[in-house]
């Protein structure tokens, strides 16, 4: 049987914050999979599909970004430019392929971790071999009234910590109500409201990726829930089709909502993600 080791650590940031970070190891692992959670959540969320992973021979990593789960950084949820986040994540990828410079590197993000992802990608897309991205907000600019961000942009300008909108409403995550049940009662989520300045990052990486997407070659799947009311659909529809790679792959997931990782039939989906890795190796 593949004994799967579990750990946790830590790093410093570039602005001496601490980040904690955690690995599922197999006995051999074949590749190495990033994964990279969503806003106003933690990466023990996703301790599920890891596993899955590691059981089929992935060495997986995962770190809270700043401000969120176990992670050092106030206030909490907040973050003023994804940018930032996107270099912690290239600190934390480097750490990784100095420790297993053998390992072929792929990278899993989800939602506000999708389009980190992207963020990522678009930055340095020959660190990775290839990306799954469930749920990204690419459009997230597009899908908001001119005025809403007008009004944003100058209320960031003065106190970005301002939370306004309620962007996880938790009947939206899934159709499984213990997952519901679960984001509310784990003390390590975040259950405040969007934070003026993290939704601005939001709305403003993705307009940077959108424009960046062209010149993306990796390998990508490119994940949805057809349900999803959170995060419209059509950035995943405008990702697939902006980017230059010949080995893209979308998928939709009908009766699914926002975190199809988190919904009833989440084993079909960790598979398709576990089938397209075993593809790519």
């Known amino acids: 049987m593949n004994e799967i080791a579990y750990k946790t650590g830590s790093f410093k940031t570039s602005d ?57 950084g106030t206030p ?21 392929s100095v420790e297993f410079p053998h390992l072929r590197r ?4 989800h939602s506000m971790g999708g389009l980190i992802t992207w963020g990522f990608i678009v930055r340095h897309q020959e660190d990775l071999s290839g990306a799954v991205i469930s749920g990204a907000p690419v459009d997230a600019d597009a899908n908001v009234s001119p005025l809403l961000v007008t ?25 499984n109500p213990q997952n519901k049940e679960q984001f509310a009662a784990d003390p390590l989520n975040y259950h405040g409201k969007l934070p ?12 940077y990726v959108r424009a960046k997407l062209p010149e993306v070659t990796l390998p990508v799947l490119l994940l949805y829930g057809e349900d999803d009311m959170i995060v419209n659909p059509s950035g995943s529809h405008t990702a697939y089709e902006l980017i230059a790679s010949p080995d893209k792959t979308k998928k939709g997931y009908s009766a699914m909502k926002h975190e199809i990782m988190n919904e009833l039939e989440k084993a079909t989906v960790i598979a398709d993600i576990i089938a397209w890795l075993d593809a790519h190796q």
């Open 76 to 96: 909490r949820a907040l973050i003023q430019s994804i940018d930032t986040v996107v270099a912690d994540l290239k600190q934390y990828v480097d750490a990784v």
């Open 106 to 109: 792929f990278m899993l993000g």
């Open 196 to 207: 003026i300045g993290t939704g601005v990052a939001i709305n403003e990486e993705a307009k």
């Open 151 to 175: 009004f944003a942009n100058l209320v960031n300008r003065v106190s970005p910590a301002i939370a306004l909108i309620d962007l996880t409403p938790l009947d939206e995550l899934s159709h």
């Open 16 to 72: 001496n914050l601490t980040l904690h970070t955690a690995r599922w190891l197999p006995d051999s692992p074949r590749a190495a999979v990033i994964l990279v959670h969503g806003y106003g959540e933690h990466s023990g969320r996703y301790e599920h599909v890891a596993q899955a992973l590691a059981a089929n021979g992935y060495a997986v990593f995962a770190l809270d970004h700043r401000a969120h789960g176990k992670s050092e």
